[in-house]
């Protein structure tokens, strides 16, 4: 059972920077995968990049390699999703989510909890 709760959207302009964050809790939630996941208006929510706490092993999608940065803090069962170089197209709900492996799976399907999401608006 592992509980995850996203914060750090907002509304931003292109170019500029945002860094989100996901708290984790649960039972043996050091066991699994960490991921971020976006959902624009009237589209299918879509991987973003992942990370695992123990060897820090990260994915990225194509579409934000380069600019986003996927991170844990251990120590505050925290990961974070650094992203520069903000583009309009980066407009979506934000959701962290939980896989059961230890792995840094890019499919949504294999995630077995998500947070509420958090809204990221970047505007032109």
Known sequence: Q?????????LVQAGASLRLSCAASGRSFMNYGMGWFRQAPGKVREFVAAITWSGGRTSYADSVKGRFTI???NAKNTVYLQMNSLKP?????YYCAA???????????LYDYWGQGTQVTVSS
């Open 2 to 10: 592992v509980q995850v709760v996203e914060s750090g959207g907002g």
């Open 71 to 73: 991170s844990r803090d």
């Open 89 to 93: 197209e980066d407009t979506a709900v």
């Open 99 to 109: 896989a059961a492996t230890a792995q840094p799976m890019a499919v949504k399907e």
